[in-house]
């Protein structure tokens, strides 16, 4: 306890601590700011959507259905029609949509109400949970079982053609409920041979032996939880580009746990609109192309609006493909691997070999629900490639471009075997108003808290009590400015809660500290000795206190659920920072004024 | 004198303390809980009508239309009502949601629908499989750093004084059949960080203690521990007190559960350390000789 390196000067902090301390809160000051000037509904008009009119005429036209218009940016063609009144974005996005060419390039988005100057700082407000801004919130169940179903039928079909090419008797096999394939085998010859065949061709399988000569053969659970990471991560990136069809710029799509999809959508108001949208099946097909301008044919539009002309009927529908992942080939190109079934095999293999030498397209088609509910189908080419030679039911499509490219054509074509039924296992929507009442409420609570806590501290430690206070104020705007820099940091209701509980606690530090100080100088110690000595012996309690809410904390956070991860951030962070406020700022404070303070008898 | 007084009145609240836990225990066991839809899952809607409908003219329209028992409870203002129902198919099926606009449609008053959650069953099972867990992690993360910082009679006061806030809050629940929901559970968790804040202030004194003054009774040390951070107990018990008495006071309905579980946390948690928290090391045996070895090296 006596060590002290500084004994020289005694409660002196050199000058860089006092300008990490300033710069520290002054910076965090500004982070904080554009949270209090809060953030207005907005309407984004891209430059593509093809708007014409000057910001005065579409403000007049706006005024003139009775919408009142904050402002309207327009920058590099881009237009942001910045309202007054949250509940008329919907209104505007519609009335605007008619004076535009491309609707689609329409997005529901938030501006910060901050001054201009602060944005151009570069900070932002906080981001608001969904039980504070209002929206829609589902979370997706993937069932990936499916997908297991149809790789184990995929091989009990090669399996059948092997056996029968081997001229196996006697032997049988069938897939059971659990997807596990049960092989019937009369000798230990024949299950020699169908080992040695499944090791070629089929690694990612597990066998093992049976009573009698037979085999039971299953998924490893590698290549099951490769399986279901495929097709999780393909489902959020269809569902990724459905959400951007919505337009709304803040909607959040993301991976929640094993199987499961959480997308966000702020600012919706009726889920059932967002269900059609969400709730689509994709499919994928294999086409003959045709020479342009052949009669007999259809034309479908690729990627970047160019006409392919393909065949009436598809070669090959995307229900037989049984896999395709992207690879590195040989010469470091970029291929697809595609494997299909086997009747899917025989089809390809009839098509391919009268055909060697021209090109092969393949259809990607999307049928949903608009928002009104009614149904559409989407399709367009997604490739076209040269058939180098007869194909079997496992062949790789080259010339997709980049590995990039590869990896997401893969994922496409993986689109029609992996088709995993989502399900929506949760729905909550919350009504804009109530999402405005409980940031009042929060806030009032949060205010009224902070009030009686200052001024208690004020009365009670009269002496050092302001610089509790001063603490506090400053614990609240580290607190704030720092929920406003870290990315994905979002203030949720039981977030305010954690904020308003941060407020009660953070007391905590200086109350300790002061008993002590308050002990030292009942010992006869002078007013600067017994800060000294106050500081030191109040820290390891102070940290052995902290921790263990730190460590609640940090287990709350793992649960990972939205609003209690809101609470647990809040809370945790409030304790670092009333950490570096109690000890730091207020040590700081204490050693300016009272650090010389060589007084016996002072009252705390 | 003072002393003595002081050493029986904490007999007295330990006492007090443990027949408080059997019959929250009690209460526990034989009223459970009325689980929350977070863990239950089903659709809990908010709705605002006319503020002359009453719940006798809800009721029936709702049973009919969902074809079962719809519990209707007034919610914070008048013309506020929370509706909650379990779902009627699995969530994917268009039929799941009776709009809720129709089933009210006889009663003519504007339907306006504040906010609406379906949650499937198994979510439910899993969310309190999880929080299940992750009070358990908690508690175990507690009791490795307070076997590592503590003597483990002096960790077992603290452990017992948490245990105890904790089926304290959980019996208020189970006795008021208030909805715990996930919003009270992080409450909990929250109380297991505070309520072992108070007990690890007073055991910090009690070793500190123990190492200055050897020769000391144990019951004088564990009293003028006491004594020492009363007044810092009082001070940081009353403004957390007073924070969260704003958030239930202010916070409104969503955050009702929580500031009351935390009041009450935070009274009990003051309470049981003081009580239970140095009591107990004090029956198991904790004499000075324990922190004897360890003074040079466990001293800050």
């Excluded at chain 1, 405005?436 to 806590?453: K, P, R, S």
């Excluded at chain 2, 003072?2 to 066991?29: D, E, H, P």
């Excluded at chain 2, 955050?255 to 009591?279: C, N, P, W």
Aim: charged share 15%; proline share 3%; net charge neutral.
């Amino acid at each position: 306890m006596e060590r002290k390196p500084n004994k020289r000067l005694l409660n002196h902090y050199s000058a860089w601590k006092y300008i990490v301390l300033i710069v520290t809160i002054i910076v965090m000051l500004f982070s904080a700011l554009p949270t209090f000037y809060g953030e207005d509904a907005a309407v984004q008009v891209g430059a593509k959507a093809g708007l014409t009119l000057t910001p005065v005429a579409l403000r007049d036209k706006l005024q003139a259905e009775g919408v009142t218009v904050k402002r309207i940016d327009q920058k590099n063609g881009e237009t942001l029609i910045v309202l007054d009144a949250d509940n008329q974005q919907t209104l505007v996005k519609t009335l605007v949509s008619s004076m535009v060419t491309e609707p689609k390039e329409l997005t529901l988005s938030l501006a910060s109400a901050a001054p201009s100057w602060l944005q151009n700082l570069g900070f932002q407000p906080i981001k608001l949970g969904l039980d504070l801004r209002g929206g829609v919130q589902f979370l997706l169940d993937v069932d990936v079982d499916p997908v297991y179903q149809t790789q184990g039928e995929a091989l009990v079909d090669s399996l059948r053609q092997f056996i029968r090419e081997q001229k196996i008797r006697g032997a049988s096999v069938y897939l059971d409920q659990t997807n596990q394939l049960n092989l019937t085998l009369p000798d230990n010859d024949a299950r020699a041979a169908v080992r040695q065949m499944m090791k070629q061709s089929y690694p990612n399988w597990q066998l093992s032996n049976t009573d009698g000569a037979g085999l039971q053969i299953k998924l490893s659970q590698e290549e099951q939880t490769k399986l279901r990471n495929l097709t999780v991560q393909q489902n959020l990136q269809v569902m990724r580009s459905r959400i951007e069809e919505l337009g709304i710029t803040e909607a959040l799509v993301q991976r929640q746990g094993d199987h499961r999809i959480r997308i966000e959508l702020p600012g919706v108001q009726d889920p059932a609109a967002a269900k059609n949208v969400i709730g689509a099946t994709a499919s994928l097909a294999f086409f003959e192309v045709k020479e342009s301008g052949s009669v007999n044919a259809m034309v479908l539009n690729d990627k970047s609006g160019k006409p392919i002309y393909v065949s009436r009927t598809p070669v090959l529908g995307g229900d037989h493909i049984v896999d395709a992942r992207a690879s590195l080939g040989e010469m470091g190109m970029a291929e697809v691997n595609i494997n299909l079934d086997r009747v899917g095999g025989q089809k390809m293999s009839e098509f391919s070999r009268t055909n060697i030498g021209k090109p092969m397209a393949t259809s990607y088609s999307e049928y949903s629900r608009d928002e009104q509910g009614k149904a559409k189908q989407t399709q367009e080419i997604i490739s076209v490639a040269t058939i180098q030679s007869q194909l079997g039911d496992r062949f790789r499509i080259t010339g997709a471009g980049t590995y990039q490219e590869a990896q997401q054509l893969a994922l496409l074509l993986r689109a029609g075997s992996m088709t995993a039924p989502v399900t929506i296992v949760e729905e909550r929507t919350i009504g804009p108003t109530l999402g405005a009442e409980n940031i009042e409420n929060g806030f009032a609570a949060l205010g009224l808290g902070m009030g009686i806590t200052l001024l208690f501290m004020a009365l009670w430690y009269r002496r050092l009590g302001w610089v509790a206070n001063i603490a506090l104020i400053s614990n609240m705007v580290i607190l704030f400015g720092l929920l406003a820099l870290i990315p994905g940091a979002v203030l949720t209701l039981p977030g305010i809660a954690g904020l308003v509980l941060t407020v009660g606690m953070a007391v905590d530090t200086n109350v300790l500290i002061f008993e002590r100080i308050k002990d030292k100088l009942k010992e006869g110690r002078s007013f600067a000795l017994a800060i000294d000595t106050g500081f030191d012996s109040a820290f390891s309690t102070i940290f052995d206190a902290n921790f263990t809410t730190m460590i609640t904390a940090v287990v709350l956070y793992s649960i990972g659920n939205g609003p209690i991860q809101g609470f647990a951030l809040t809370l945790g962070l409030g304790l670092l920072t009333s950490m570096f406020t109690g000890i730091f700022a207020s040590r700081a404070l204490i050693n300016l004024v009272y650090g010389r303070d060589a007084s016996r008898h002072v009252r705390v | 004198m003072k002393n003595i007084n002081l050493t029986k009145w904490r007999y007295v609240s330990s006492a007090i303390s443990i027949l408080l836990m059997i019959t929250s225990l009690a209460i526990i066991g034989v009223k459970g809980f009325n689980w929350g839809l977070d863990f239950t899952g089903g659709v809990v809607t908010e709705v605002q009508l006319d503020r002359k409908i009453t719940s006798s003219e809800l009721q029936p329209l709702l049973n009919a239309a969902y074809q079962q028992e719809v519990s209707v409870i007034s919610a914070s203002e008048p013309g506020r009502w929370v509706l909650r129902y379990g779902d009627i198919k699995s969530a994917d099926t268009e039929q799941s949601n009776v709009d809720i606009q129709q089933a009210l449609a006889p009663l003519n008053s504007e339907v306006q629908v504040l906010n609406s959650s379906v949650v499937g069953p198994q979510i439910g099972q899993e969310l309190a499989e999880q929080g299940g867990l992750a009070l358990l992690v908690a508690m175990l993360c507690i009791l490795g750093y307070l076997s590592y910082r503590f003597e483990w009679r002096l960790a077992s006061g603290a452990l017992f004084a948490l245990v105890h806030d904790v089926v304290f809050v959980l019996a208020f629940f189970a006795l008021t059949q208030m909805e715990f929901n996930l919003t009270v559970l992080a409450a909990v968790l929250a109380i297991l960080g505070y309520s072992l804040n108070d007990s690890i202030i007073i055991a910090d004194r009690i070793r500190e203690l123990l190492i200055a003054k050897p020769k000391l009774a144990i019951q004088d040390i564990n009293n003028q521990a006491i004594a020492a951070t009363f007044s810092r107990t009082m001070v940081t018990s009353g403004t957390t007190l007073m924070t969260v008495g704003a958030l239930w006071i202010m916070g409104g309905g969503p955050l009702e559960g929580f500031s009351i579980a935390m009041f009450i946390g935070i009274l009990t948690g003051t309470f049981s350390s003081i009580s239970v928290g140095t009591s107990l090391p004090e029956f198991l045996g904790l004499t000075p000789e324990h922190y004897k070895e360890q003074v040079i090296s466990d001293t800050p």
